[in-house]
């Protein structure tokens, strides 16, 4: 038995140790999660995550509560620009036979779908994997309906043209879903980034984007280590505008205007 | 002139100087050597000859004495008379000898007159002695030899004896002070000599000084200067005809040369210089600068352009540095603000939550309101019929009062009489005091009863005034429940309207009961969208304040890198 912040910490270590997530960064999250709760609520919940299987409905509640899945389509507008212009075409030429990409740490699917969008765009075969912690948001993603709610929803940011790719849904106002071919390019599983993904292709564009963010140091290295890993010469990854890979230098900026947009040199070895 | 002979010239000219005068020393010494010598053999060849001749002369002299007492010894004609021819052969020897040695002997004078007196005794003496002999007078030759010739032979002999000796001696000083002179002669000779050779050699070691060695010595300094790496001097040896010349001339074209390695050597040393100058700036510390003090040309351009180099990067770096302290300082406060806003949102949620809730709640009591506002409708009309009936009991209750006004005024009438009874009760019961008074002690017992008829007045005009009082105060609250009365039914006339609309209301209320439910509902719809609103800002800034976390520790790293460069 300790005292709520006792119990804080240790959740938070544990939450570390199992996902790399930064304590720092979760800690005011993880106080809403806990709320008002007991002390005693608090060291026990500490107790059972500590021994509970990943899959258990208390870690799956925690990861959920922590997890901020703050997301829409074509975010970083400027960014993707640059990706259209610059990215695509070079991946095109690179990668004749089509292309895989990989929205690391994709939340509810907007930015996965706004990726397989403009591949669609520029004509480009692609398939396209989202991975996310929360399983929630990965069977939300997978559903892709995506509600026009007030305020901050998914379509804040979506130029008038992408409305194309949606359709409405009967009896649903203000609630649109991804076009079928469109939600049939692109593939969703819960993943934990600091396990090696389960999928073993060679990714030609990775986007970790606002991602590196929640991680802790130790974390980070490890999400670095497998970005790697599914990476090979030529791979682009996207990042997110204050993010920065600190454990690997295979992956430079493929331009110095655009810092975030970075690639695996040809030349370079792992 | 000088200044052109060539430098062989100038060390063969001392030294066929020198060899000149060592020669012609060399001949002085000799001939002063020889004319020395030769004046020696002459003196000595004189004395010599002198001592030679007076000892020539003492021999004969001695020899003639020997001969003449061996003639006086003899008594033979014969003999004596050949003895006496050679005595005679002996003294003539004397006479040349006697004169040569005149000519060489000043100083002899007496003494070969001493010689010439014992010649010419000796001589005068031969031939009366012969003749005594011829006359057979042996002794008296003897004698006569003896008294005329012997006495002058010893004197002479002494005399050529000290000639002799005279001349030795004297032949002996002039050795010696000859060899002293000549000494003398050649030492003075030597002397000046030497001190002329010293003459000769100061001259050619001047000659060599100031024509060889000072012209060398400058030319070697300057050398000594070029090789310091000094070549600020002149070389006026340049102009020479000598060999020196020759060598300042090839001295100027080394200090030319030296001059182009010096300033080679110098900007070798300022590119060494600025190299060191750019390594430590290579190595973060922006706070050197180039000396410019000492560089001329294109090194000073460069110089400058380095420190102005430096110095931008300097003032750029101390710039980055204090915006990103700045960004830092920003972010950090950004931070705080989102973190602020992430949980303002979140405990908006909660709010809005808790106001949904309460709405829910709210709706439930506006439907309870709602009918019991019904039932206040049915509740009202009862309420009129009620204040219906209040209205007649308020109406009585006034006609109650109005009779009690009455009724206490009549009291009061009563009362009043009863005082009167009183008042005159009390003026008998002291009329009978004094009556009793003078009765004396037979009205003693009517004393008592007038005073107890006295006490009674008193009581019973006490007891009307209460009565009094206490009607006046039933007439004053009979007046106030008049007035009350009054107004209760002025209020039960106000009540019974008031009621009436009061139930028009409540229909009313009941109405908008239920018009304030269909608008909950729609609030609880549009609380839904704020909590989806806030939910999505609360995420929003949950992320942002993520970014914000991040963005601080970029802004730290970029600070700590800008700070591994020393600026000023």
């Known amino acids: 038995m300790g005292t709520p912040q006792d119990a804080l910490t240790r959740i938070a270590c544990l939450v570390e140790a199992r996902y790399g997530l930064s304590p720092a960064v979760l800690e005011q999250r993880l106080c809403g999660y806990l709320g008002r709760s007991s002390a005693h609520d608090q060291a026990q919940l500490a107790d059972q995550l500590s021994v509970a299987h990943e899959d258990h409905p208390l870690w799956q509640a925690l ?63 692609a398939r396209v994997i989202g991975t996310d912690l929360s399983a929630r948001s990965i069977a939300s993603a997978r559903l892709g309906s995506f509600g026009q709610t007030p305020g901050l929803n998914s379509f804040r940011a979506m130029p008038a043209v992408a409305w194309s790719k949606f359709s409405a849904i009967p009896g649903r106002p203000a609630v649109w879903s991804v076009a079928a071919d469109i939600r049939a390019s692109v593939e969703f599983m819960v993943h934990n980034l600091v396990l090696p993904l389960p999928d073993a292709r060679r990714m030609n564009l990775i986007s970790c984007r606002n991602t590196l963010i929640y991680f802790s140091a130790e974390g980070q290295r490890r999400v670095e280590e497998n970005i790697v890993a599914s990476s090979g010469p030529g791979t682009i990854l996207l990042l997110g505008p204050a993010e920065r890979l600190r454990y690997t230098n295979v992956f430079e900026p493929l331009s110095y205007s655009h810092p975030q947009i970075l690639h695996w040199p040809e030349h370079k070895a792992r | 002139m000088f200044q052109s002979m060539k430098i062989r010239d100038k060390l063969l000219l001392p030294v066929v100087l020198l060899i000149f005068t060592m020669i012609a020393s060399s001949y002085l010494l000799v001939q002063q050597l020889t004319q020395a010598n030769s004046a020696f053999e002459g003196l000595i060849r004189t004395q010599l000859q002198a001592r030679y001749l007076a000892k020539d002369i003492t021999a004969q002299l001695s020899e003639a004495g020997r001969v003449a007492n061996l003639m006086l010894l003899q008594h033979e004609r014969a003999d004596y008379k050949m003895t006496s021819e050679r005595l005679q052969g002996v003294l003539d020897l004397i006479p040349p000898r006697r004169d040569e040695l005149t000519g060489l002997d000043p100083e002899a004078v007496a003494a070969i007159e001493k010689v010439t007196a014992a010649h010419n005794a000796m001589t005068g003496a031969l031939k009366p002695t012969l003749d005594l002999k011829n006359a057979n007078d042996f002794d008296g030759a003897t004698a006569y030899w003896a008294a005329n010739a012997r006495s002058s032979l010893v004197p002479a002999l002494t005399a050529m004896g000290e000639t002799a000796d005279r001349a030795a001696k004297r032949a002996n000083e002039s050795v010696i002070n000859q060899i002293a002179s000549t000494n003398e002669r050649i030492r003075y000779l030597v002397i000046a000599l030497g001190l002329g050779i010293l003459v000769v050699s100061g001259l050619a070691l001047l000659i060599i000084l100031r024509g060889v060695v000072a012209p060398l010595n400058e030319l070697t300094n300057k050398i000594k200067l070029l090789s310091s790496g000094n070549g600020n001097f002149e070389v006026p040896q340049a102009t020479r005809g000598d060999e020196l010349g020759a060598m300042g001339k090839a001295l100027l074209i080394f200090k ?100 949904s809730q309460a709405l829910a709640e709210s709706a439930l009591a506006i439907r309870a309101v709602s009918g019991s506002a019904n039932k206040a409708s049915e509740k009202g009309i009862t309420a009129a019929h009620l204040v219906e009936r209040g209205q007649m009991s308020a109406e009585e209750l006034f006609n109650i009062v109005e009779k009690i006004t009455q009724n206490s005024r009549k009291i009061s009438q009563i009362t009043q009489v009863i005082a009167g009874i009183a008042n005159r009760t009390h003026i008998l019961s002291l009329n009978a005091a004094i009556e009793a008074a003078r009765a004396g002690e037979h009205g003693k017992g009517f004393v008592v009863v007038s005073q107890e008829v006295g006490k009674l007045a008193e009581s019973a005009a006490q007891n009307a005034q209460q009565i009094t009082d206490i009607v006046e105060q039933a007439t004053a609250d009979a007046a106030a429940g008049r007035t009350a009365s009054l107004e209760v039914k002025k209020t039960m006339d106000s009540i019974a309207g008031e009621v009436s609309q009061t139930s028009q209301m409540i229909q009313s209320i009941a109405v908008a009961m239920e018009e304030q439910q269909a608008m909950v509902t729609q609030i609880e719809g549009n609380l839904g969208d704020i909590r989806g609103i806030a939910s999505g800002n609360a995420v929003a800034a949950e992320e942002i304040t993520a970014t914000m976390i991040q963005l601080s520790q970029l802004a730290t790293e970029q600070r700590q890198q800008v700070e591994t460069f020393k600026t000023s």
Request: charged share 20%; net charge negative.
């Open chain 1, 63 to 125: 990861i959920e509560g922590l997890l901020v899945h703050e997301t829409y389509f074509y975010r970083h507008m400027d960014q993707l620009d640059v990706v259209t212009q610059e990215v695509l075409p070079l991946l095109r030429r690179q990668n004749p036979g089509g292309i895989s990409a990989w929205c690391a740490g994709c939340a509810t699917g907007e930015e996965a779908y706004t990726l397989a969008f403009m591949m669609r765009d520029a004509g480009l075969s």
């Open chain 2, 256 to 355: 030319g040369n030296a001059e182009k390695i010096r300033i080679a050597m110098t900007a070798e040393a300022v590119t060494i210089e600025i190299g060191d100058v750019i390594t430590k700036a290579a190595e973060n510390d922006l706070t050197v600068r180039v000396d410019l003090s000492d560089k001329t040309g294109f090194l000073k351009n460069i110089g400058v352009a380095i420190n102005q180099l430096l110095e931008r990067s300097n003032a750029t770096l101390r710039d980055i540095n204090l915006k990103t302290r700045q960004v830092a300082s920003a972010v950090a406060e950004a931070s705080t603000a989102v973190g602020q806003v992430s949980v303002g949102a979140r405990s908006q949620n909660t709010a809005v939550a808790q106001v």
